[in-house]
């Protein structure tokens, strides 16, 4: 289940072990592709890498995009407190392991963990120095283009979506730190200044 890597290294002491740093903010709002423009000119970044309950999509593989395990073996996990943040969705559930995460930090790697707002304060609430990072559209109109510029979704899923947003908007004073997604490469290139 670990995704830790052991390196043989001695452990970071306190005053230099860098910050758990946790990136939520509304649904649309551009997390993935502002983690991904990072992590692909800077992999030395940590993204924990999620359990979930849902089935595999075609592509997916255990271990890379999400460890893949069943309602029981997510209930052990949960039961055993083996995660530091955990929520449904859609019917299936998420959750971050915190041990790669511990070991990760312990070894003086900066990790990132992407996830929403249930989720970012679950971290706060058991890991009290963790950096809260908020992500947010450069204004309500933005979003709402954003959200409904797919075409995919219908008016009540759509109307859902905004609903939650405009809770998740409202949460912004919780975070420690706003970025605001005017431009992909900005924010990033801010994003991994925070970690550092």
Excluded at 145 to 152: E, K, W
Aim: net charge negative; charged share 30%; glycine share 8%.
């Amino acid at each position: 289940m670990s995704n830790a890597v052991s390196r043989g290294t001695s452990p970071v002491p306190p005053a230099r072990r860098p910050r758990l740093t946790v990136l939520s903010g509304p649904s649309g709002v551009g997390k993935s592709t502002v983690v991904a423009h990072m992590r692909k000119a800077h992999p030395e970044v940590w993204l924990s890498v999620s359990c979930t309950t849902r089935k595999p999509r075609p592509g997916e593989r255990d271990g890379v995009q999400y460890f893949f395990v069943n309602d029981e073996e997510f209930d052990k996990l949960v039961a055993n407190g083996e995660l530091l943040e955990w929520a449904e969705f859609a019917g299936n559930r998420y959750g971050t392991p915190r041990q790669a995460v511990l070991d990760r930090l312990e070894a003086g790697e900066p990790v990132l963990l992407e996830i929403d707002l249930q989720g970012a304060r679950q971290v706060r609430a058991s890991m009290s120095d963790a950096q809260l990072v908020f992500l947010a559209p450069p204004g309500w109109d933005e979003l709402v283009r954003r959200l409904t510029g797919r075409g995919t979704e219908s008016p009540e899923v759509i109307e859902r979506r905004l609903e939650v947003a405009r809770t998740e908007l409202a949460a912004e004073s919780e975070f420690d730190t706003t970025l605001v997604n005017t431009s992909v490469e900005d924010v990033a290139r801010e994003l991994l200044a925070l970690l550092r």
